[in-house]
DNA sequence: ATAATAGTCAACCAATAAGTTCACAAATGG
DNA sequence: CCATTTGTGAACTTATTGGTTGACTATTAT
């Protein structure tokens, strides 16, 4: 599996995407992480691991304690390749492609 | 399941993120789009179908041709979610946020 | 009318994903 | 030493994904 297909398929649950959110506010045991799921333990295990493997998030283990932080780069990578597809996300470009489409209609 | 975990899941194949870019050059007919690929046409069909339920792809009939064409409004909710961790994925911050942690690692 | 083109639909298969429970390990606290 | 906390690992279930094939529909071309 590349890179991308992993770091996409790791942000399109969303228990995964909020476990990010809240690590975006700083460092959590997984305990604190889970807390909020009402998934078992297990599950959020599990989430993490495949964020982990994604590299979107590390584990430190610190004592009994397993230390979970956001490592985001290869976030950059999915905006890199979105990026290339700007023109069609972007509000006023669509607008002019759009205009440019009815342009073409009349010929 | 929410558009992002459409859109996000969408991307998460090789396949389908080719079939983005080819579409990105210009709209195609579906035998067109798939020509590239190894897989059956039904495999590419069920791809595109993909897309389009995520809102990436519309698919229009004129005459016994599937004309398919980039739609990629999702892709800027998917960029405004990545864009919230532009901290943690942006080159120079990351360096900063590591200069900070050795400060602390000093503590 | 017939044949070729473009594509869908249904059935099936193998692999993966998301969750569960239960048993266990390893560190900390009394 | 013993109990508690913080997880992991294995086994299992159910649903989804990505692919196949074969039959069929609809449109176009000869």
Redesign the interface.
């Known amino acids: 599996m590349?890179d991308?297909?992993?770091?996409?398929?790791a942000?399109?649950?969303?228990t995964r995407?909020a476990i990010?959110?809240r690590l975006?506010e700083g460092e959590a045991p997984l305990a604190k992480v889970a807390a909020p799921f009402q998934m078992s333990l297990t599950a959020v295990s599990k989430h993490v691991r495949v964020l982990s493997d994604a590299g979107l998030v590390s584990v430190t283990k610190r004592g009994r304690t397993r230390y979970c932080r956001?490592?985001?780069?290869?976030?950059?990578e999915?905006?890199n390749?979105?990026?290339?597809?700007q023109r069609?996300?972007?509000?006023q470009l669509?607008a002019l492609g759009e205009f440019l489409q009815d342009e073409n209609e009349d010929v």
């Open positions: 590349t991308l297909n992993q770091t996409f398929a942000l399109s649950d969303t995407r990010v959110a975006a956001i490592e985001a780069s290869p976030m950059r999915a905006v390749w979105l990026n290339d597809y069609f996300w972007d509000h669509e």
